[in-house]
């Protein structure tokens, strides 16, 4: 972090955490996750993760927005303009909400939409992992790498709550994320 970052408020300048103490608590975590009788449970939180569809830029979301300030600023004028105000009072003001909607419009129809998993594709990814159980009561630290690396693990720890937080995305073309207990 940048030094002097409101972010650094209050934070430690330095945090020693041994892994035994977080590893097994995170661990139990992940057995749960992919636990057969969880699963259903964890593809259902993965599937809601990856959210309604957006566009996986995030200047979409702004694009959107400025249509919709747009059109809402055609909308008040044209309000206007049926209440009597002279419509060549508008004309500049309304050619310029109308440039911003066509071009947040065209920037809009050039982004292609996020195609996220399937429940069936996330089962699939899921079964690709293996026997997650297996992995993680054996212990073995390169297998377990090579869990955490697909499962694309993080843990950040929250220095007000003195608290990890842990989640995964699964490494695909796609974000989908479970976030867990601390």
Known sequence: ?????????GHPTNVYLPEAVAIEHFNR???HLFDPLNVDNTVSALFASQGNGDTSTPNHAAARQRLADAEAKLRRFQDAIAAGI??????????????????AQAELNGVPKRVGRSVAEIHAMIDSLGDVKKVIRQGEPDELQRLYEAL???????????????????????????????
């Open 152 to 182: 694309n693990v993080e843990i950040v720890y929250n220095a007000k709550g003195r608290t990890l937080d842990a989640s995964i995305r699964p490494v695909g073309r796609d974000k989908a994320s479970v976030r867990g207990g601390t």
């Open 1 to 9: 972090m940048v030094p002097g970052s409101p972010a650094l408020n």
């Open 29 to 31: 975590w992940i057995d």
């Open 86 to 103: 002279d419509p060549s009072a508008l004309v500049e003001a309304m050619n310029e909400a109308q440039e911003k909607r066509a071009a």
